[in-house]
């Protein structure tokens, strides 16, 4: 009792010299609202199925949900950190091992052993057998009792790292929705500026013919057919341009579908007639819960924070209990005897570490290190999501500003070709007005497109912004 005594003794002194460590507590608190907004519904409450309600887009979202590759990697990830907060939790419990053996031996007769043997019974009338066997069976039991929660608290890290695997799938399935959603936006832009593009030929091409037709009358020069002429060529050599977006636009749609180039089924006939809904951005509290990034960030928190407690435990002495249980006997007929061939033994250890501890301080050290970066990596994740949403939602609502004043323009500028045409016919205007009119609708047209494009681009990256698109 004594000597036991003095270990304990030596033992807390021991772990009373475990060093300080700085800990960073994550502001967690948030502008009270998004300015200019009151409204406590977020958008990304919504499913993305309801969200995007174009069939057509909801069927290849379903099929890269299905078929992504980078997605389903992931997926696995999640596996593994599932088997690794088991096994962790497995640590917790005591390790029992079952089992048999048998083993052959020869004592020298020149030995204690051989001696012994030699001058002693195995059983009654029976003497040691040479070679001498040794037939075991039983089970061996070993048990690190959890005093400091050490390996408690290393499964709760491995469980927060595992939730937090599934929270960077549910970011990563955001982003292949609002990424999908983009190309395929784009795709029906391409679609509508390839249709313009072909209108716009079409009414050049008929007013080259007009000016051909004018030259012979003597009504119009050469110089007039070529600018003509050369307008419809440079258009032409424009619409190649847009093919190759098309195909690439495809391709693209289809990789992050998983499967090999295929023509991509659209509705581009709507993507100027559709008025896009408002989106309510709710509090910026609620990004906390709706981000799964924000989430992944918080559960990366918690494991470093766990992750010290397991490096501090490793300060601190150590209990194993050993025990083992089962028969054992020179021959299998004498192995089953109780209590004659019965084997047990149990022992206890208290492991304190004394010297060269540099290791388990710089273990400890980084932990503390890993939980302050987890801490700023969390303020940083929450900062950018605010930033983000306040910036797409002004992009939403200045773009539709500015879609509305280039539908008025475009209108104007259509109005505009036919009245050049008319005074072009009655002699009252040159070819040039003419082309550049006809320039400057297309222009005005192409535009648009390209700003509604920008526009249902903003109102997908706000849906992402909000944390939508994994539900």
């Known amino acids: 009792m004594k000597q036991l005594g003095i270990i304990l003794v030596l033992a807390a002194v021991l772990t009373s010299c475990v060093p300080d460590l700085a800990r960073r507590t994550a502001a967690t608190n948030t ?238 006939d709507d993507f100027m007639r559709v008025t896009p809904d408002s989106l309510a951005l709710g509090l910026p509290s609620q990004l906390l819960e709706q981000r799964p990034d924000v989430q992944q960030a918080s559960y990366e928190l918690k494991a470093s924070e766990l992750d010290i407690d397991v490096a501090k435990a490793r300060f601190y002495p150590t209990l194993n209990i050993l025990a083992r249980f089962g028969y054992q006997a020179f021959s299998a007929q004498y192995i089953m005897p109780t209590p004659e061939s019965m084997i047990f033994n149990l022992a206890g250890e208290l492991i304190v570490p004394v010297l060269n501890r540099a290791a388990i301080v710089a273990a400890y050290d980084n932990a503390g290190a890993r939980q302050i970066q987890a801490a700023y990596h969390y303020e940083r994740t929450v900062l950018s999501a605010y930033v983000e949403v306040a910036n797409q939602h002004a992009k939403v609502m200045n773009l539709a500003n500015s879609v509305e004043r280039k539908t008025r323009q475009v209108g104007a500028l259509n109005q505009s070709i036919a009245i050049a045409n008319d005074l072009f016919l009655n002699a009252r205007a040159d070819y040039m007005e003419v082309l550049m009119t006809q320039r400057d609708a297309l222009d005005a047209k192409m535009e648009l497109i390209e700003t509604r494009l920008d526009q249902l681009r903003a109102r997908v990256t706000l849906y992402r912004a909000l944390g939508g698109g994994w539900k």
């Not at 029992?96 to 002693?120: C, F, I, P």
């Not at 070993?142 to 799938?169: C, F, H, P, Y």
């Not at 119009?220 to 440079?234: D, M, P, S, W, Y």
């Open 31 to 268: 502008p009270r609202s998004f300015p200019g907004i009151t409204d406590t519904n977020a958008a990304a409450q919504i499913d993305w199925r309801a969200y995007y309600r174009d069939t057509m887009l909801a069927m290849l979202i379903d099929t890269a949900i299905a078929g992504n590759q980078e997605l389903n990697i992931v997926g696995q990830e999640i596996r593994i950190a599932s088997n690794e907060m088991n096994a962790r939790a497995g640590e917790v419990l005591p390790s029992v091992e079952v089992g048999a053996g048998a083993e052959l031996e020869k004592s020298s007769r020149y030995t204690r052993n051989g001696a012994v043997e030699d001058q002693l019974e195995a059983a009654p009338g029976t003497r040691f057998p040479e070679p001498l066997s040794n037939l075991t069976i039983g089970a061996r039991v070993s048990w690190e009792v959890d005093i400091w929660r050490k390996l408690r608290n290393a499964t709760d890290a491995a469980a927060a790292r595992m939730l937090s695997s599934v929270q960077g799938m549910q970011y990563l399935r955001t982003q292949l929705v609002a990424e999908l959603a983009t190309s395929y936006y784009e795709l029906e832009a391409l679609d509508n500026l390839l249709h313009t593009l072909d209108t716009t030929i079409a009414i050049q091409q008929r007013a080259l013919e007009i000016v051909q037709q004018q030259k012979l009358a003597a009504k119009a020069t050469e110089l007039a057919v070529k600018k003509f002429e050369a307008e419809v060529r440079r258009n032409e050599g424009r619409r190649f341009d847009i093919l190759q977006r098309i195909i690439e636009t495809e391709n693209t749609i289809n990789k992050l579908c998983g499967r090999y180039p295929q023509r991509v089924a659209r509705k581009s």
